[in-house]
């Protein structure tokens, strides 16, 4: 079955860097795009970037120039390169899978904390 798995979250202090990874497997990745959505406390889910198969990438604008989405496809591995983070990136945050059938996939979160 599809499984996401998230890690590298942790406390950081602003202005400082942290890589996320998600490890995915029970599909074929290299053919699919993926995506890191966060949740801030007290917010809704939001999308953060994504790449696609061809590794065409996209960003929200408020990360864009500090954040770099990557995949490895014979690791089956994708990361979120942050840098220069900010209060205000404190979040959860997860990887995403959405397939051509339209079915979504989450994995469990991993904890990102800014603050000094």
């Known amino acids: 079955q599809v499984q996401l798995v998230e890690s590298g979250g942790g406390l950081v202090q602003p202005g400082e860097s942290l890589r996320l990874s998600c490890a995915a497997s029970?599909?074929?990745?290299?053919?699919?795009?993926m995506g890191w959505y966060r949740q801030p406390p007290g917010k809704e889910r939001e999308w953060v970037a994504r790449?696609?198969?061809?590794?065409?990438?996209a960003y929200t604008d408020s990360v864009k120039g500090r954040f770099t989405i990557s995949r490895d496809n014979a690791k089956n591995m994708l990361y979120l390169q942050m840098n220069s983070l900010k209060p205000e990136d404190t979040a959860v945050y997860y990887c995403?899978?959405?397939?051509?059938?339209?079915?979504?996939?989450w994995g469990q979160g991993t904890q990102v904390t800014v603050s000094s």
């Open positions: 790449t696609t198969s061809a590794e065409h990438t």
């Open positions: 995403n899978v959405k397939f051509h059938n339209g079915v979504d996939y």
């Open positions: 029970g599909f074929i990745f290299s053919l699919n795009a």
